[in-house]
């Protein structure tokens, strides 16, 4: 729990005070430059004891439908703050099993090889299609989920689950690039030529370039900057973006979309990274110069536009515990939570209703929550069709020369 601290104990024993004074009692956010300090979950009452194995209902839990004693939840890495996790736990007496991934394809790989003992899940927009076509999603209730009505508009009935069937969103972001300011001094690396053209990369390839190991992001970037559509179908598209990427390849030091924050942009192993907003903002934050008050790591959108993107929460089809999944859901999704949840993450928060108690740092930061001139020029990845085995054909040619 890295961004974890002492600061943010200190600040759970003040809200736990204050949450007897309703949302007013929010914390005051630091000011700017300042990096914004994780908010910790206002509980719903006093914690009573650490999560044991076996976690114990607490009197919040009386008022609650049935819950199993337990729930399997498979999450993107690094992707919330475990106190969210452990609040749950003591209130309501469900102990979590969490486990992680670090992309959506592996997430299906392993729904298609018969795990069957998930219970909640988040996938990306375009994998939602993918899953509610292959029947791997439960249908959910959104009257279970009475959090939902704080959803923005832009998230409910989207396109790729009309009328949220389900799944509802958890967090969203965008990718772009992180780049190391010292190296780059007054240039923004504001083109995926950065990521691509040769006569770039030598000049920074040295000090190290991470992409994403996620296929419909980086062949999506490769057909961006190619001018094409990120769900291109056409043939001869898709295999100019592998000659662009298999050119650029021997620059690049690392796939990793997984820990690339913690493990490559924050000890400086790179310098240049193909990176989700909220991943690079935790580099961004976790190495800001306060002597000089200045960041070192920064992150930007390309000219050539990029990918807008919302992870979901859903229910696996073959989940027996259906009805606490949804609890589990809706307790995600109030306000407070998520609040708690993009203070640790740096993504957007799709609840409306969250804003009150999200950092004004984290609110405030364009490329973060990106106005709608940026939003504009941003495109959703697509389910693709048939084309999928095109894309898994390129994807297999680039991870194996
Ligand atoms: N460290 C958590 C990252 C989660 C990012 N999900 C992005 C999916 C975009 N297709």
């Known amino acids: 729990m890295k961004r974890f ?10 809200l736990t005070v204050l949450a007897a004074c309703g949302p007013s009692a929010a914390p005051t956010p630091t000011p700017t430059p300042v990096p914004p300090t ?3 979950v206002p509980p719903k009452q006093p914690p009573t004891s650490k999560p044991t194995e076996e976690a114990k209902p607490t009197e919040a839990a009386k008022e609650e439908p049935q819950l199993a004693p337990e729930l399997n939840v498979f999450n993107w890495t690094d992707y919330i703050d475990e106190e969210v996790l452990t609040q749950y736990e003591e209130t309501y007496g469900v102990k979590i099993n969490y486990d992680t991934y670090a992309s959506n394809e592996e997430l ?4 298609q090889a018969g795990a069957t003992g998930y219970d909640v899940i988040f996938p990306s927009d375009y994998m939602v299609t993918q899953m509610i076509e292959l029947g791997l999603l439960a249908e959910i209730d959104l009257d279970n989920i009475p959090n939902f009505k704080d959803v923005m508009d832009m998230f409910k009935d989207p396109p790729f689950d009309p009328g949220n069937k389900y799944c509802v969103p958890y967090q969203w972001g965008t990718t772009g690039l992180g780049y ?4 780059f001094g007054d240039e923004v690396p504001d083109s995926w030529a950065y990521l691509f053209e040769p006569e770039y990369l030598k000049r920074y390839a040295d000090k190290g370039v991470n992409v994403l190991d996620d296929q419909r992001e980086l062949i999506g970037a490769a057909l961006k900057y190619l001018g ?5 179908t056409n043939e001869e598209h898709l295999y100019e973006a592998r000659d662009l990427i298999l050119k650029a390849k021997p620059y690049w030091k690392t796939f990793n979309s997984s820990d690339y924050d913690d493990t490559l942009l924050i000890p400086g192993e790179v310098v240049l990274s193909h990176g989700w907003s909220g991943d690079v903002f935790v580099a961004v934050w976790e190495t800001y110069d306060e002597e000089n008050d200045e960041p070192v790591w920064w992150y930007s959108i390309p000219k050539e536009g990029a990918v807008v993107w919302v992870d979901n929460m859903c229910i696996p ?15 995600l999704l109030s306000p407070e939570v ?3 949840i993009t203070n640790y993450t740096y993504y957007a928060s799709p609840s409306e209703a969250a804003k009150q108690y999200i950092d004004e740092e984290i609110l405030n930061e364009p490329a973060i929550y990106p106005p709608d001139e940026v939003l504009s020029k941003l495109e959703w990845l697509e389910a693709v069709g048939d084309a999928l085995r095109i894309y898994d054909q390129i994807w297999t040619e680039i991870k194996s020369q």
């Open 5 to 14: 601290s002492i600061v943010s104990i200190i600040l759970i024993v003040v």
């Open 38 to 40: 994780p908010t910790p």
């Open 108 to 111: 299906l790989a392993k729904l």
């Open 180 to 183: 190391h300011i010292p190296t």
């Open 228 to 232: 094409y559509s990120v769900n291109d």
């Open 317 to 331: 089809a073959s989940s027996t515990r259906k009805r606490t999944a949804e609890h589990f859901i809706n307790y």
């Open 338 to 340: 998520q609040a708690a």
